[in-house]
């Protein structure tokens, strides 16, 4: 009875205290160790893990310079069929778990750059705190002790700044640079005013506050100016020495620069106010069409024109579920579609015609995914799954809507991928240029050729793959300079860049080689389209987008 009352009861012992997962049990692992980690990965992206076991040793004594590490090996798992783009460190047991699947919303760098100054940092973090009695309470209560103080007393703000800033420093990008990073923050400073420190940390159901990213960088980066490099370790030393302390990271901080965590705040962002001027826009001619009905945060994104009397838009907001809408001229508004787990990132309509790609989950491995090509008929109403179990990213119409053109990104390969609107098979595919990361493509030339962004070690480049002679052709040179949210029209390129500071529309004209500015907002403009010779773009405010 004893024996039988066991089977019946339900708990779940797990061997690792954290644990994100597990993979598929058909993969096959290898690993390879270094001088600083042990690489855990599938067999079949052998020459890739070992590329990013070489891109680790380089970065590790840049990342810990002014953070001094644990020297003994980190295990580094490397997951290769998740659609999710991510990076994780874990200390019980300790570990990094780098998910490898670049997101379309990189900026210009090689997303395993960005991963491993990234995460690289946040282990390096977790070494700091691993002294004094911090560590001698993990004889005690094992690896989660560390665990325990970190969340008990360093703020996510600092983690997640730390980390910005470092993979900012280690390369020529980073979202230090992105005007788009630091807009939320200054519009809100310049705009609105300083709020309160734990405002500004906690947010608001009320007014929009910046992520814990945007605010840690802008703190880190004006402390380690101020005070020097070794302030944050400092900072957290204090905390690993003394967690009997009510507050030993306020501590740490008050005792290197003489204020509290709450004055460093204080005083930070009022250093950001000064050295942010208000901007004067110098050629913007808004009509404002989303509706001012709304009494919190809202976003209207992707925003495009589908017919004279209506626009289409992407709602975002503290108080909705995210929805597709149509906005009349009389700024009325009507939801047409509640998207489920979708990629932010391309959103294409043509005629009355939406499509999209969504996360599709494994039901058995948690590290199994994919993604499925969604369309929607704003006229039937109807709802279709086009492509189920791809790996296709930032789907995009063909002038006429019969093609859909993808970016595919596989374990070992980048590929453009055309399929057809009607069913979903797969008609033409390339791969990349030296296989490198393809970020939103779209047709042009009347659909005899495919556009797009390539992510290489150099920057970001606009390309040209022919498809009736099927070759790939540079457009320009490659740059650091952010470019995003391409599209075509009359033998020009329009797109997204802050190359003077601010995020602004731009084109590129092919006929004569020149770029010029074409929309002018005052903290930001993205998400640009055109419908009968009409520019419609999205301009970021301190209420609404």
């Known amino acids: 009875v004893l024996i039988l009352l066991l089977f019946l009861i339900s708990r779940q012992i797990q061997a690792q205290y954290y644990s994100l997962g597990q993979e598929a049990a058909s993969i096959r692992w290898k690993q390879i160790k270094t001088a600083h980690f042990q690489l855990i990965f599938p067999q079949e992206t052998e020459e890739r893990s070992q590329e990013i076991a070489s891109l680790l040793e380089h970065s590790f004594n840049l990342v810990s310079e002014t953070m001094p590490a644990d020297v003994k090996r980190i295990p580094v798992i490397l997951h290769y069929e998740s659609v999710i783009s991510n990076g994780n460190v874990i200390w019980a047991p300790r570990r990094i778990e780098l998910f490898l699947t670049p997101t379309q919303h990189s900026y210009a760098d090689v997303w395993e750059n960005q991963l491993?100054?990234?995460?690289l940092r946040h282990y390096v973090q977790l070494s700091s705190l691993n002294q004094g009695i911090t560590k001698y309470l993990q004889y005690f209560f094992g690896e989660q002790a560390l665990g325990a103080v970190l969340g008990l007393y360093i703020p996510l703000w600092f983690l997640e700044g730390d980390a910005v800033l470092t993979?900012?420093?280690?390369?020529n990008s980073g979202r230090g640079r992105l005007a788009a990073f630091?807009?939320?923050l200054k519009t809100q400073i310049l705009e609105k005013g300083i709020y309160s420190y734990e405002k500004a940390v906690f947010g608001s159901y009320k007014d929009f506050t910046p992520d814990y990213y945007c605010l840690g960088y802008h703190l880190v980066t004006t402390g380690r100016k101020n005070y020097g490099a070794a302030f944050w370790h400092n900072t957290l030393e204090n905390v690993a020495r003394k967690p009997y302390a009510i507050t030993p990271f306020s501590g740490g901080i008050k005792k290197?620069?003489?204020f509290s965590k709450k004055a460093f705040y204080q005083n930070s962002i009022q250093e950001l106010e000064k050295g942010w001027d208000k901007q004067k826009a110098d050629?913007?001619?808004?009509?404002i069409i989303s509706p001012d009905k709304n009494k919190t945060y809202?976003?209207?994104?992707?925003?495009?024109?589908?017919d004279d009397r209506h626009f289409f838009a992407l709602k975002k907001g503290h108080r909705a579920i995210d929805a597709f809408?149509?906005?009349?001229?009389?700024?009325k508004e009507k939801n047409i579609h509640y998207p489920g787990f979708y990629f932010n990132e391309k959103i294409s309509v043509k005629n009355n015609m939406i499509i999209w790609a969504e996360k599709q989950y494994d039901a058995r491995w948690d590290h199994r995914s994919w993604t499925k090509i969604m369309l929607f008929d704003i006229e039937k109403k109807r709802l279709q799954t086009l492509c189920k179990k791809s790996k296709y990213f930032a789907p995009s119409f063909s002038s006429d809507g019969e093609k859909i053109v993808c970016s595919e990104v596989l374990k070992t390969e980048n590929n453009l991928v055309i399929i057809s609107a009607d069913n979903g098979e797969r008609l033409k595919e390339v791969q990349s240029p030296d296989n490198v990361f393809i970020q939103t493509p779209f047709f042009a030339k009347g659909d005899s050729a495919v556009f797009c962004i390539l992510i290489s070690p150099l920057g970001k480049a606009f390309y040209e793959y022919d498809l009736i002679q099927e070759k790939w052709e540079i457009i320009g040179e490659p740059s650091f300079t952010e470019i995003k949210n391409p599209f075509y029209y009359q033998n020009t390129i329009f797109f997204t860049s802050d190359m003077y500071g601010v995020d602004n529309i731009y084109a590129y004209s092919l006929s004569n080689d020149s770029i010029y500015r074409v929309v002018s907002a005052k903290y930001g403009a993205d998400y640009a389209s055109i419908f009968k010779d009409s520019l419609v773009s999205v301009s970021y405010t301190h209420l609404t987008l």
């Open 325 to 331: 809408v149509l906005i009349g001229k009389d700024k």
């Open 256 to 258: 290197q620069s003489g």
């Open 167 to 171: 993979e900012t420093l280690l390369s």
């Open 283 to 287: 050629n913007e001619h808004n009509t």
């Open 116 to 119: 491993a100054s990234h995460e």
């Open 298 to 306: 809202t976003s209207y994104i992707h925003a495009q024109k589908i």
């Open 182 to 184: 630091e807009m939320p």
